[in-house]
């Protein structure tokens, strides 16, 4: 006798036997029912959720038969394979003529979208004025790409993904039915892995039943499915909370050399990271979850999901990676070093307030300086009164004494690299050798009148002729800002920035701090 899998041998033959779609179901009985049907149905929805299914039991019940492959007048097509404008032109020849059994001619067309524009112009006019007898169901896991005008014509039912209680609850009821032992928590990792479809849930217990031959049990669900249990996800986020390196790589080589792929493994650990949330938040209940929070009761839910955004940012870049091993491995050492990162928005944002606060001291000292200079003007007034001659003279030695107390202007970063352009002219004038050498030149920081300055990308040899230039460096920075300032020259590193596109430039990295907070704190930008 040949096998027949799951998926077929549990198909469900009627409305009341499809799971999780029962928004669907209760209103396509009720037209049938009230013989309210429409011409044209489109079924869309995520694979593997039961539409074709629906499809055939809505087409039985319109013409009351038993068997689907037997009728006439029930013409499955699939536009996959039969997408061009020749097979929907003998579609159109064939709808007028009459059912040869049933009440109704219904054709089920799979995958709709793929047919050719020309194809869905040609089916256009008979879709929306079809004979009497004529019934289409259209099925589609993408009908975004679906005509507008095609959608408009026809009566839409939206598929459901199944939950994980849905998919368990059924899993539980096949294994019984097949005297099948089974352990509790491997149907869930079934179920995660099916992802909301039935078809693949039955596919992978499929392949579950054939590996294990007693009973289904945790780790041989694990091995054959390629997934990761909750417990090792635990060691794993343990090892991020405490910056353990060494055992979170450790981990992670042996779940990558097991065969567990680099996608599956960030999938089931954002599943994990969003159970370990619920929890902390009160609305799931884990035993080994809770024990965990209550011993680490430093983690909050924000760090929770800082983590989260760092993997689900990492899980976009997946596909377009190449050696995905090391990229998951650099990961998992950032986020063991996460409180060593800083959002540049965050870094951006300090440092503007602070020069705000910084530039509304500097108006108030101007300010007071005003008040000053007024007083003295008035007292130099008054002077004058007594002696003409004398008044000169302290006028002029006045004048003198005000010039020489100035106090030096401080200066924020912001003006200082606004004048960058400005001062590397300066040197280029004075030395033309300094100034090819400042090509890296980051500006870093500034403190009153101190200059601290990077150099990237240097040798040895570059960064002592940068250092015996440093009188020329500093006579730029003081000419061009009109002050007099410490200059300190350190040595940077290599940092590679990936910017093909500048169109893709976030306000971040438009800022004219960006780079100088880059250096600051050692980053690098991630796309």
Same mark, same amino acid.
């Given at each position: 006798?040949?096998?027949?899998?799951?998926?077929?041998?549990?198909?469900?033959?009627?409305?009341?036997?499809?799971?999780?779609?029962? !928004?669907? #179901?209760?209103?396509?009985?009720?037209?049938?029912?009230?013989?309210?049907?429409?011409?044209?149905?489109?079924?869309?929805?995520?694979?593997?959720? *039961?539409?074709?299914?629906?499809?055939?039991?809505?087409?039985?019940?319109?013409?009351?038969?038993?068997?689907?492959? =037997?009728?006439?007048?029930?013409?499955?097509?699939?536009?996959?394979?039969?997408? *061009?404008?020749?097979?929907?032109?003998?579609?159109?020849?064939?709808?007028?003529?009459?059912?040869? !059994? *049933?009440?109704?001619?219904?054709?089920?067309?799979?995958?709709?979208?793929?047919?050719?524009?020309?194809?869905?112009?040609?089916?256009?006019?008979?879709?929306?004025?079809?004979?009497?007898?004529?019934?289409?169901?259209?099925?589609? #896991?993408?009908?975004?790409?679906?005509?507008?005008?095609?959608?408009?014509?026809?009566?839409?039912?939206?598929?459901?993904?199944?939950?994980? =209680?849905?998919?368990?609850?059924?899993?539980?009821?096949?294994? @019984?039915?097949?005297?099948?032992?089974?352990?509790?928590?491997?149907?869930?990792?079934?179920?995660?892995?099916?992802?909301?479809?039935?078809?693949?849930?039955?596919?992978?217990?499929?392949?579950?039943?054939?590996?294990?031959?007693?009973?289904?049990?945790?780790?041989?669900?694990?091995?054959?499915?390629?997934?990761?249990?909750?417990?090792?996800?635990?060691?794993?986020?343990?090892?991020?909370?405490?910056?353990?390196?060494?055992?979170?790589?450790?981990? $992670?080589?042996?779940?990558?050399?097991? *065969?567990?792929?680099?996608?599956?493994?960030?999938?089931?650990?954002?599943?994990?990271?969003?159970?370990?949330?619920?929890?902390?938040?009160?609305?799931?209940?884990?035993?080994?979850?809770?024990?965990?929070?209550?011993?680490?009761?430093?983690?909050?839910?924000?760090?929770?999901?800082?983590?989260?955004?760092?993997?689900?940012?990492?899980?976009?870049?997946?596909?377009?990676?190449?050696?995905?091993?090391?990229?998951?491995?650099? $990961?998992? %050492?950032?986020?063991?070093?996460?409180?060593?990162?800083?959002?540049?928005?965050?870094?951006? @944002?300090?440092?503007?307030?602070?020069? @705000?606060?910084?530039?509304?001291?500097?108006?108030?000292?101007?300010?007071?300086?005003?008040?000053?200079?007024?007083?003295?003007?008035?007292?130099?007034?008054?002077?004058?009164?007594?002696? !003409?001659?004398?008044?000169?003279?302290?006028?002029?030695?006045?004048?003198?004494?005000?010039?020489?107390?100035?106090?030096?202007?401080?200066? #924020?970063?912001?003006?200082?690299?606004?004048?960058?352009?400005?001062?590397?002219?300066?040197?280029?004038?004075?030395?033309?050798?300094?100034?090819?050498?400042?090509?890296?030149?980051?500006?870093?920081?500034?403190? @009153?009148?101190?200059?601290?300055?990077?150099?990237?990308?240097? =040798?040895?040899?570059?960064?002592?002729?940068?250092?015996?230039? &440093?009188?020329?460096?500093?006579?730029?920075?003081?000419? %061009?800002?009109?002050?007099?300032?410490?200059?300190? &020259?350190?040595?940077?590193?290599?940092?590679?920035?990936?910017?093909?596109?500048?169109?893709?430039?976030?306000?971040?990295?438009?800022?004219?701090?960006?780079?100088?907070?880059?250096?600051?704190?050692?980053?690098?930008?991630?796309?």
């Amino acid at each position: 006798m040949v096998y027949k899998v799951l998926a077929l041998k549990w198909r469900p033959q009627n409305f009341d036997q499809i799971i999780g779609q029962d !928004h669907i #179901t209760l209103a396509l009985k009720n037209a049938i029912a009230f013989n309210r049907l429409s011409h044209a149905f489109t079924f869309s929805g995520p694979r593997g959720v *039961g539409k074709t299914t629906t499809a055939r039991i809505l087409a039985k019940e319109l013409n009351q038969i038993e068997d689907i492959n =037997s009728s006439f007048d029930i013409i499955e097509m699939d536009a996959a394979s039969n997408r *061009g404008i020749d097979e929907i032109r003998s579609l159109r020849e064939n709808v007028s003529l009459a059912p040869a !059994h *049933g009440k109704y001619k219904i054709y089920i067309i799979d995958e709709v979208h793929m047919l050719t524009k020309e194809a869905f112009n040609a089916l256009l006019k008979t879709l929306e004025e079809p004979p009497s007898h004529t019934i289409f169901i259209l099925a589609t #896991t993408d009908s975004h790409k679906m005509p507008a005008t095609i959608l408009s014509r026809t009566q839409r039912y939206d598929f459901r993904r199944l939950g994980m =209680s849905d998919i368990k609850k059924q899993l539980i009821i096949i294994l @019984k039915s097949e005297n099948k032992k089974f352990c509790d928590q491997s149907l869930d990792l079934i179920a995660r892995k099916a992802d909301g479809s039935m078809r693949d849930a039955l596919g992978y217990l499929d392949q579950v039943i054939n590996y294990c031959e007693n009973e289904i049990d945790l780790k041989s669900v694990q091995k054959i499915l390629g997934l990761v249990s909750d417990k090792i996800y635990l060691t794993i986020f343990d090892s991020i909370s405490k910056g353990d390196v060494n055992n979170n790589i450790t981990v $992670l080589n042996n779940i990558i050399m097991e *065969g567990v792929s680099v996608h599956d493994f960030i999938s089931g650990f954002n599943n994990f990271l969003r159970s370990l949330l619920h929890c902390k938040i009160g609305k799931d209940s884990n035993v080994e979850q809770e024990k965990w929070l209550e011993e680490n009761s430093n983690i909050d839910e924000l760090y929770i999901i800082r983590i989260m955004e760092l993997i689900l940012n990492f899980e976009l870049k997946v596909k377009q990676l190449k050696q995905v091993d090391l990229a998951l491995e650099l $990961l998992m %050492i950032r986020l063991c070093n996460y409180h060593q990162f800083t959002n540049i928005s965050d870094i951006l @944002k300090d440092l503007t307030d602070n020069e @705000k606060l910084h530039n509304v001291d500097i108006e108030q000292n101007q300010t007071q300086k005003s008040v000053l200079q007024v007083k003295q003007n008035k007292t130099v007034k008054k002077n004058q009164i007594d002696s !003409h001659t004398s008044n000169e003279n302290e006028k002029s030695i006045n004048e003198t004494s005000v010039e020489k107390k100035t106090e030096k202007k401080e200066f #924020t970063l912001e003006e200082i690299l606004n004048k960058q352009e400005d001062i590397i002219n300066y040197i280029d004038s004075k030395n033309s050798k300094v100034s090819s050498l400042l090509e890296n030149m980051i500006i870093q920081s500034i403190r @009153k009148y101190e200059i601290t300055i990077k150099i990237n990308n240097v =040798s040895d040899f570059i960064y002592e002729s940068i250092l015996n230039g &440093i009188d020329i460096i500093k006579d730029g920075f003081d000419t %061009i800002l009109n002050n007099d300032f410490k200059i300190i &020259i350190k040595k940077g590193s290599k940092i590679e920035l990936k910017n093909n596109n500048d169109n893709n430039k976030s306000k971040d990295e438009e800022h004219p701090l960006f780079m100088n907070v880059l250096e600051k704190f050692d980053g690098e930008i991630i796309r």
